[in-house]
C-alpha cells in the first residue's frame, strides 16, 4: 500500500491554534485524527460524547465477561436466565449490549460451541472489548463454518470425533458468548477465583478454560 | 450464486494468526466516532455494513479498521456531511502541522 495514490489532496487548510493528537504520519492515523477533527468542528459529533465513547470503549475487558461465565457455574437460577435471555440477564450484571442481542450457548458433553461472524465481524464488544484480529481475520471468517475442527487444532484444542461442534455465525443484531464446561478439579471454587480462568478465547470457544 | 467480498464463509484461506496484539489509538478512535454517530443516528450499524460491504477489492482486503475508515468517509460522504477530497486536505494539514 502507498500512501499518495488514494484521493486528491487538493485543500490546504490552515488550522492554528489546534494540536493534532497523533504524532506520527501513517496515513490512517491522518485519517483517523482528520475525520474527528471535521466531524467535531462541523457539529455531527460533540467532544463530550467522543470521550465517553472512547472511556466505555477502554473500560471493557474480556474479565467482565469471565465474571459472567463463573457465574452462571456458580449460580444455577442466574444460568438459566442467562439461557433464556442473555441481553437481559447481563444486565443484572451492569453489562449493556448496546443495539444487538445477546445469545448464550452452553458447552455440554455432547456439544462444543464456537462463535464466528462470516459476513463482518460481530462481537459482543460491549462485554469483551474489541475482538483479537484473529477473529476478523479472513483464515479464521472463511474457515471456522467449513473445518471448525481443523480451526480448533490450530488453538490447540483437540475434540473427540464423538463431539458435536456447532458454529454459531454472529450478526449484527445478534452477539454470541459460549458458555464453557466449567474444568473439573474447580469444585468449591468461588466465582471471583473462577472468573479468572474464563478466557476471552474459552468465550469464543476456540479454547477450553483450564484449572 | 455469486458470492460477494464479505461472505467469506467456506472461502479458501490459509491457517490463523492467532498472535495477539491490542487495538492502537486511531483505531479505538474510529471505534469511538462510529459509536458516538450511532448513538445519535446520525449513521447506522448497517449503513456502515453496506458501505463496507461496497468498498474496492484491494480496500476491503485492508485491515479492519483501515476498511471501516474508508466505509465512514464514503458513508458520510452519501449524507454529505463531508467529501472525501475535504479529509484528504485536511489529513495534508494535519501533517504540513507535524512536520512543522
Given at each position: ?15 492554528p491554534?489546534?494540536t493534532?493528537?497523533?504524532n506520527?504520519?501513517?496515513y490512517?492515523?491522518?485519517m ?6 471535521l466531524l467535531?468542528?462541523k ?6 460524547d ?11 475487558d474480556p474479565v ?6 463463573a ?15 442473555g441481553?437481559k ?20 458433553d ?14 459482543p464488544?460491549?462485554?469483551l ?7 476478523k481475520s479472513k483464515?479464521?471468517?472463511s ?17 473427540p ?5 456447532r ?21 468449591g471454587?468461588s466465582?471471583d ?15 477450553l478454560?483450564?484449572? | 450464486m455469486?458470492?460477494r ?6 472461502m479458501?484461506?490459509?491457517?490463523i494468526e ?17 459509536a458516538?454517530?450511532?448513538?445519535d443516528?446520525?449513521m ?11 468498498l ?25 456531511i ?12 494535519i ?6
Amino acid at each position: 500500500m502507498t500512501t499518495d495514490d488514494r484521493g486528491t489532496h487538493s485543500h490546504d487548510h490552515d488550522h492554528p491554534g489546534t494540536t493534532p493528537d497523533v504524532n506520527e504520519t501513517g496515513y490512517y492515523e491522518l485519517m483517523a485524527e482528520a475525520m474527528k477533527e471535521l466531524l467535531i468542528e462541523k457539529g455531527v459529533v460533540s467532544a463530550d460524547d467522543l470521550r465517553r465513547n472512547l472511556e466505555f470503549l477502554d473500560s471493557r475487558d474480556p474479565v467482565d465477561g469471565g465474571k459472567i461465565i463463573a457465574r452462571a457455574w456458580t449460580d444455577p437460577d442466574f444460568k438459566s436466565r442467562l439461557l433464556e435471555d442473555g441481553t437481559k440477564a447481563v444486565e443484572e450484571m451492569g453489562l449493556t449490549m448496546g443495539d444487538a442481542e445477546l445469545v448464550v450457548v452452553e458447552n455440554t458433553d455432547d456439544v462444543h460451541n464456537m462463535i464466528v461472524c462470516t459476513l463482518c465481524s460481530c462481537y459482543p464488544r460491549t462485554i469483551l472489548g474489541l475482538p483479537p484480529d484473529w477473529y476478523k481475520s479472513k483464515s479464521y471468517r472463511s474457515r471456522a463454518v467449513v473445518e471448525p475442527r481443523s480451526v480448533l487444532k490450530e488453538f490447540g484444542t483437540e475434540l473427540p470425533d464423538s463431539k458435536t461442534v456447532r458454529v454459531h455465525d454472529s450478526n449484527a443484531d445478534m452477539r454470541y458468548l459460549v458458555l464453557p464446561q466449567q474444568p473439573e478439579g474447580t469444585d468449591g471454587w468461588s466465582a471471583d477465583r473462577l472468573a479468572e480462568i474464563v478466557t476471552r478465547d474459552a468465550m469464543v470457544g476456540v479454547v477450553l478454560p483450564q484449572a | 450464486m455469486n458470492q460477494r467480498q464479505h461472505d467469506m464463509g467456506g472461502m479458501d484461506a490459509g491457517p490463523i494468526e492467532s498472535s495477539a496484539h491490542d487495538a492502537e489509538p486511531w483505531a479505538k478512535m474510529i471505534t469511538s466516532l462510529a459509536a458516538a454517530m450511532r448513538d445519535d443516528d446520525i449513521m447506522r450499524i448497517d449503513e456502515l455494513r453496506r458501505a463496507l460491504e461496497d468498498l474496492p477489492p484491494d480496500i476491503y482486503s485492508q485491515d479492519y479498521f483501515e476498511r471501516w475508515s474508508e466505509a465512514m468517509i464514503n458513508l458520510l460522504e452519501e449524507k454529505g456531511i463531508w467529501t472525501r477530497n475535504e479529509v484528504m486536505g485536511r489529513m495534508d494539514a494535519i501533517k504540513a502541522k507535524l512536520e512543522g
